[in-house]
């Protein structure tokens, strides 16, 4: 087994919080086409802080320094979610904006009060998955998010992604295999594995619509073309980039765990891991 230990964080201050935001605000006049929330917050934070950090972030219409490309935000936290996700759905709409919130699919039963009969390590039933989802667009502004991207440990991974057209409301549902690991003859450090998933979700993701080849966030071009859509593909576009960019994400956190530093992967590992992979399939489609 694994043990992690993490030590308490000090208190943050006020005049900390307001450095902070203004040194986004200062980023944002800069150009930033890109932003990850992870995590819980330390003490002292009010609960609104990840909203006022997407706030400080974003720029006027005319100002984007992003030109074509949209800003794409990745959740990774369901600390302060409600109020962040209205300040996402408030945010202005002239813009292309776009937002996953990837979780944990025993978290999103919990978060939304639906009972997973199996153990936290035990896959969750697709019928209780569809309940949570359709709690969560329930419970929260439906319009906040693109998708969601749900993990579930070694099982199967989901994506989740929202359509409105007029009056009908529905959420298509997506499954993702995940590639196996040997654990007989492997040593498996999970520790780190999802902040693995994250970063390298976003940056496909980001990679896919089109960052500009001086991005930080912009994968080699090698892994780019490992990553070329199907064009044969009967899906929309944006969610085929989704589900590549998540299945990318899922080849980094399986990679991550063959290492005993927290989140360090060896890039070939993933590159097998992504290759082994199978294709993404369409489960069902429901109505909110």
């Known amino acids: 087994s694994t043990t992690e230990l993490v030590e308490p964080s000090g208190v943050v201050s006020k005049p ?27 003490p002292g934070c009010p609960e609104d802080l990840y909203a006022q950090i997407y706030e400080s972030l974003q720029v006027s219409d005319n100002d984007s320094a992003s030109g074509d490309a949209p800003f794409l935000c990745l959740i990774d936290s369901v600390i302060g979610l409600k ?17 996953i919130l990837k979780i944990n699919a025993s978290e999103l039963c919990r978060l939304v009060g639906v009972t997973k009969t199996a153990s936290e390590s035990g896959g969750v039933a697709t019928t209780e998955l569809v309940d949570a989802i359709q709690a969560f ?17 070694p099982h199967p991974a989901y994506l989740a992604t929202w359509e409105s057209n007029d009056d009908k409301k529905k959420v298509q549902l997506y499954q993702l295999p995940v590639p196996t690991l040997n654990t007989q003859e492997q040593t498996i450090y999970p520790i780190g594995a999802g902040d693995s998933v994250a970063a390298g979700t976003l940056a496909a993701w980001k990679s896919l619509v089109g960052a500009s080849s001086s991005s930080s966030c912009r994968l080699p071009e090698s892994l780019l ?15 085929q980039v989704m589900l590549t960019s998540l299945a990318f994400g899922i080849a980094c956190g399986t990679a991550s ?21 199978g294709p993404a399939a369409f489960v069902s489609s429901h109505d909110i």
């Open 16 to 42: 900390e919080i307001e450095e902070l935001l203004q040194q986004l605000k200062e980023l944002a006049d800069d150009g930033v086409d890109s932003l990850v929330i992870m995590g819980s917050m330390p």
């Open 83 to 99: 109020p962040l996700l209205t300040s996402i759905a408030e945010a202005s709409t002239t813009t292309d904006k776009r937002t």
């Open 137 to 153: 667009y329930q419970q929260y502004p439906p319009t906040a998010l693109t998708a969601l991207a749900i993990t579930d440990g």
């Open 225 to 239: 073309q490992l990553l070329e859509p199907d064009a044969t593909a009967d899906m929309a576009p944006d969610t």
């Open 257 to 277: 765990c063959l290492q005993e530093e927290n989140s360090v992967l060896k890039q070939e590992d993933v590159v097998q891991f992504y290759k082994a992979s």
